[in-house]
């Protein structure tokens, strides 16, 4: 009794622990908002309401994130790193710290502090498309370090705990690469640059999938047995 009691109390701390990060409840409601999104497919009632509250409600988690791809673009990037790469990472912290901060004129818009209609719709386009491109970058990352580590793998011994290490990390890049491509259809049909291909309801689909890969990805990792 006791045992299991010790391990409610252990999964609920990690559950606790998972829901005190602002990430992970901004990308559970992400998952609300595209879920309705899916249902709705884009007609009037109230699977599109709680579409449109839950990404306004979104938006307030947001506030001054910019700041964490800021600090990004300016800091040097790891040793070792191809120039490539590090203009590719440079390139993704850019374009998304500008979608972050542009995001938040859209919510002021959106809750009435900035009037201007027509500026915030053109801004919240130049937001999408910011986003579009960083997601674009993020893909191209992932491609080329899954490589560079399939590359590193093959001079490794199988059994080696090297080895292991480089294939965890290398299928955690594989599931970022399908979430951030879906991410990409995303912004194509937010940006309803297809919309007889990415309609609401393969927008909604997709996002929805990419949502619950990163609520997947923030899990904490669980705690190692001791050995005695």
Same mark, same amino acid.
């Given at each position: 009794?006791?045992?299991?009691? #010790?391990?409610?109390?252990?999964?609920?701390?990690?559950?606790? *622990?998972?829901?005190?990060?602002?990430?992970?409840?901004?990308?559970?409601?992400?998952?609300?908002?595209?879920?309705?999104? =899916?249902?709705?497919?884009?007609?009037?009632?109230?699977?599109?309401?709680?579409?449109?509250?839950?990404?306004?409600?979104?938006?307030? =988690?947001? *506030? =001054?994130? =910019?700041?964490? #791809?800021?600090h990004g673009l300016i800091s040097p990037p790891a040793a070792g790193t191809p120039l490539p790469l590090i203009f590719l990472g440079k390139s993704k912290n850019a374009l998304l710290s500008t979608f972050l901060f542009l995001d938040q004129i859209v919510w002021a818009h959106r809750t009435g502090i900035y009037k201007n209609k027509e500026r915030a719709e053109l801004i919240g386009r130049i937001s999408l498309y910011c986003w579009l491109g960083s997601s674009t970058c993020n893909s191209l990352i992932e491609v080329a370090e899954i490589k560079r580590l399939s590359k590193s793998m093959k001079k490794l011994n199988p059994n080696d705990e090297q080895y292991e290490a480089k294939l965890k990390k290398s299928n955690e890049r594989l599931l970022a690469l399908v979430k951030t491509s879906m991410d990409i259809v995303v912004a194509v049909g937010l940006l309803q640059l297809a919309p007889k291909k990415v309609t609401p309801r393969v927008t909604g689909a997709l996002g929805f999938a990419s949502s619950l890969i990163s609520c997947y990805q923030l899990l904490p990792a669980p705690a190692k047995a001791k050995v005695n």
């Open positions: 009794m006791s045992t299991a009691l #010790d391990t409610t109390r252990a999964e609920l701390a990690l559950l606790v *622990l998972y829901l005190n990060k602002a990430e992970a409840r901004d990308k559970i409601c992400r998952a609300i908002q595209y879920g309705s999104k =899916f249902i709705s497919n884009g007609e009037p009632g109230t699977a599109q309401n709680v579409d449109k509250t839950t990404s306004l409600a979104r938006k307030v =988690f947001r *506030l =001054f994130k =910019f700041v964490n #791809d800021l």
